[in-house]
C-alpha cells in the first residue's frame, strides 16, 4: 500500500517559517491536500491541489510538490497556527499521512 | 459550504455491525463524493470509503469486506455500515464531503464526528 511519511513534530519560533514534509514515492505525480486540526475538532482543509488555498486560508499557507516530497509552508508562524497537520494524496483509494504537530515555541 | 451532521450509536460490541448516519444540510449537489473516514484515538485519520450521488462507490481496500456506503438521495443522508467489528474500529467516525473528482478529490466539509467505541 501506498505510504506518505511525515515528520511526527515541527517546532518554530512565533514569527517565523514552518516547512512540514510530506514523503511518498512519486508524490509530486499527485494532487496534494493539506489538513489542519486543532485538538478535539475535526480537520480543515488548508491547502488543495498542492498549492491552492480555500477561503479564509490565509496566504500565509503555501504548498509544493517535487519528485518525492510535498511541502507545506506556513509563513510569518503565529500561536494559533499550533496544531496537527495531515497530508492527503490518491492511491488506489484516498491516503493520508500520519501528521506532525506543529509547536509554537 | 455544507453542514454534516453524524449520528448513531457511540458503542457497539464486538463482532457485531456499526452504522452510522450523515445528515447533509446546504449545497449536496451532484458533483461531490461522500465520504467516511474515521480516527483512531491518538493517530492520523483513515478513509473508510466514498460513495458518489449516483450510487457508485469506492472503498478503501483494506476495509472493503467489511464496509458498506449508500446514499438517500431524497433524505439527504449517507450511511456507513462496518461488520464484524473489533476494538481495532474505536474511533472518532466523521462523515466529509469530498470536491475535486474521485481520484483527486479534496475533503473540504467535515462532520463534527462522533467517537464510536468497540467493546462488551
Known amino acids: 500500500s501506498y505510504v506518505l511519511t511525515q515528520p511526527p513534530s515541527v517546532s518554530v519560533a512565533p514569527g517565523k517559517t514552518a516547512i512540514i514534509t510530506c514523503a511518498g514515492d512519486?508524490?509530486?505525480?499527485?494532487?496534494v491536500h493539506w489538513y489542519q486540526q486543532r485538538p478535539g475538532q475535526a480537520p480543515v482543509l488548508v491547502v488543495y491541489y498542492d498549492n491552492e488555498r480555500p477561503p479564509g486560508t490565509p496566504d500565509r499557507f503555501s504548498g509544493s510538490t517535487s519528485g518525492d516530497t510535498a511541502t507545506l509552508i506556513i509563513g510569518r508562524v503565529e500561536a494559533g497556527d499550533e496544531a496537527d497537520y495531515y497530508c492527503?494524496?490518491?492511491?488506489?483509494?484516498?491516503?493520508f499521512g500520519g501528521g506532525t504537530k506543529l509547536t509554537v515555541l | 459550504h455544507v453542514q454534516l451532521h453524524v449520528s448513531g450509536p457511540g458503542l457497539v460490541k464486538p463482532s457485531e455491525t456499526l452504522s452510522l448516519t450523515c445528515t447533509v444540510s446546504?449545497?449536496?449537489?451532484?458533483?461531490?463524493?461522500w465520504s467516511w473516514i474515521r480516527q483512531p484515538p491518538g493517530q492520523g485519520p483513515e478513509w473508510i470509503g466514498y460513495?458518489?450521488?449516483?450510487?457508485?462507490?469506492t472503498y478503501n481496500p483494506s476495509l472493503k469486506s467489511r464496509v458498506t456506503i449508500s446514499v438517500d438521495t431524497p433524505k439527504k443522508q449517507f450511511s456507513l455500515k462496518l461488520s464484524s467489528v473489533t476494538a481495532a474500529d474505536t474511533a472518532m467516525y466523521y462523515c466529509?464531503?469530498?470536491?475535486?473528482?474521485?481520484?483527486?478529490?479534496?475533503?473540504?466539509?467535515w462532520g463534527q464526528g462522533t467517537l464510536v467505541t468497540v467493546s462488551s
Open positions: 460513495i458518489y450521488y449516483s450510487g457508485s462507490v
Open positions: 512519486n508524490i509530486g505525480s499527485y494532487s
Open positions: 446546504g449545497d449536496s449537489g451532484s458533483t461531490y463524493y
Open positions: 492527503q494524496a490518491w492511491h488506489d483509494g484516498v491516503v
Open positions: 466529509a464531503r469530498a470536491s475535486g473528482g474521485a481520484t483527486t478529490g479534496y475533503c473540504d466539509d
